[in-house]
């Protein structure tokens, strides 16, 4: 068992995350998956060229980009967890909320 606390052990699990994420995505770009498409010119004159992507990126760099997210929502929770005494903590809303999100407002007419 760890003595280190939980939100800091999911905060180091994001970071994993977060690492391969970045290399992923590197890899994907050093494979330079665009082109520029020849400059056109508008109505006004102007010219703008486009980025076009010839590639699609690997899919697992989204479900990797959620891990990253959800770690640190959960690193989060454990966080404010630990804040509160343990009698109370089913009662704690992340974020810490004073009333619930989903109160039924009454009609004051």
């Known amino acids: 068992m760890s003595s280190e606390p939980s939100y800091l052990r999911k905060a180091d699990w994001a970071e ?9 995505v590197r890899a994907f770009m050093d494979s330079e998956p665009y082109e520029i498409a020849d ?14 992507f010839t590639e699609q990126p690997d899919p ?18 454990y966080l404010i967890g630990s804040l509160v005494a343990p009698s109370e903590r089913s009662k704690v809303l992340c974020p810490i ?5 989903w109160r039924v407002i009454q009609n004051p007419m």
């Not at 994993?16 to 992923?24: G, P, T, Y």
């Not at 006004?44 to 980025?51: E, V």
């Not at 697992?60 to 929770?77: K, P, Q, S």
Request: charged share 35%.
């Open 16 to 24: 994993q995350h977060l690492v391969e994420l970045s290399r992923r």
């Open 39 to 52: 400059p056109v010119e508008d109505k006004r004159g102007k010219r703008a060229a486009r980025l076009v």
């Open 60 to 77: 697992d760099i989204a479900l990797i980009a959620g891990d990253v997210l959800y770690n640190l929502r959960t690193a989060f929770d």
């Open 97 to 101: 909320l004073r009333e619930p999100v």
